[in-house]
Nanobody
Framework: QVQLVESGGGLVQTGGSLRLSCAASGRTFSNYHMGWFRQAPGKEREFVVAISRDGTSTLYADSVKGRFTISRDNAKNTVYLQMNSLKPDDTAVYYC?????????????????WGQGTQVTVSS
């Protein structure tokens, strides 16, 4: 089992920044690729970004490219999401998730472990 706990969400104005963290415990963190997803009210959960086990590969959704940056610190069992130039459309609950294989990295159904989510609200 892997336990994931997100933090860092909050209320920010358009153009502002937030840094989300996801702390992992349980099994070896470096064995897992990590993803961030988000879900707005009435919408499906959507892929935001993923990072490989060793941090050398990343994949971003087009909607966040150039604004969001994912990183991880395997020594601290933590993955981060730096969000800049935030827009009202970024408002959602943000979830981190873990999976063992890179295949299907953008699909929520292939992830084995999920955090409880953290709310991000961007005001206009």
């Amino acid at each position: 089992q892997v336990q994931l706990v997100e933090s860092g969400g909050g209320l920010v104005q358009t153009g502002g920044s937030l840094r989300l963290s996801c702390a992992a415990s349980g099994r070896t963190f470096s064995n897992y690729h990590m993803g961030w997803f988000r879900q707005a009210p009435g919408k499906e959960r959507e892929f935001v970004v993923a990072i490989s086990r060793d941090g050398t590969s990343t994949l971003y959704a087009d909607s966040v490219k150039g604004r969001f940056t994912i990183s991880r610190d395997n020594a601290k069992n933590t993955v981060y999401l730096q969000m800049n130039s935030l827009k009202p459309d970024d408002t959602a609950v943000y979830y981190c998730a873990a999976k063992e294989l890179w295949a299907g990295i953008t699909a929520p159904k292939y992830y084995n472990y999920w955090g409880q989510g953290t709310q991000v609200t961007v005001s206009s």
